[in-house]
Every structure is written in structure tokens, then in C-alpha cells.
Nanobody
Framework: QVQLVESGGGLVQAGGSLRLSCAAS????????MRWYRQAPGKQRDLVAG???????NYADSVKGRFTISRDNAKDAVYLQMNSLKPEDTAVYYC??????????????WGQGTQVTVSS
């Protein structure tokens, strides 16, 4: 069994910063791509940023230059540093990872989500 657990969400004023963390645990053989998604009320879940096992990153245009995704392969963790936050960044943020488990099945796993609220 594999689990992803996020932490680090909260309430922040516009212009502030937050750092999200996501740690994977369980019967893990290998973690491939790791990603952060977000979903605002009444909207679809959108990709925010992704990072390959080798560290290649990609970002949504709306967060380029403000957010930084990173990972620690030794800790099976991914992070999202969010700077210059805007009210439109308010959403539930979800961690996603493509994981090969010890049962030789590789699939995407999701965390439970963490709320980020940016006040104006």
C-alpha cells in the first residue's frame, strides 16, 4: 500500500509565501514523475508543476517565476515553494506521483489535499 501525505497549507496574505510538502510512504519500489495540482471551488483540477525523477521541471504559465517545485529522492518527497502569492492561487493543492510499488504495479497516486487560502 502506498500513501501520499501533504502538509504546509494555510492562510496567507497576498504577496506572502508558503511551502507545501508531500511525502510518500509504503511499499515503494520507485517514484517516477511527481506533480502538484490545484482545484479551486467550482473549477477543474489543474496541473501546477511537475518534476521528473531526474529533476526536469515544468510549470503552468500562471505560476512561472513565482513557484518552485523540488524533490528529495532519498526522502520520497516533493515540495512546492510558493512566493508572491495571489488571491487567485487560492485552492486545494494535491500531490500526485507515479509510483512503482513492490507488487510490480506502477500507477498514479494522490494525496488528500491541503487548503491554500490567499487573502487580498
Amino acid at each position: 500500500q502506498v500513501q501520499l501525505v501533504e502538509s504546509g497549507g494555510g492562510l496567507v496574505q497576498a504577496g506572502g509565501s508558503l511551502r507545501l510538502s508531500c511525502a510518500a510512504s509504503g511499499s515503494i519500489l520507485r517514484i517516477n514523475d511527481m506533480r502538484w495540482y490545484r482545484q479551486a471551488p467550482g473549477k477543474q483540477r489543474d496541473l501546477v508543476a511537475g518534476i521528473s525523477r531526474g529533476g526536469i521541471t515544468n510549470y503552468a504559465d500562471s505560476v512561472k517565476g513565482r513557484f518552485t517545485i523540488s524533490r528529495d529522492n532519498a526522502k520520497d518527497a516533493v515540495y512546492l515553494q510558493m512566493n508572491s502569492l495571489k488571491p487567485e492561487d487560492t485552492a486545494v493543492y494535491y500531490c500526485n506521483a507515479n509510483i512503482g510499488a513492490l507488487n510490480w504495479v506502477t500507477k498514479d497516486y494522490w494525496g488528500q489535499g491541503t487548503q491554500v487560502t490567499v487573502s487580498s
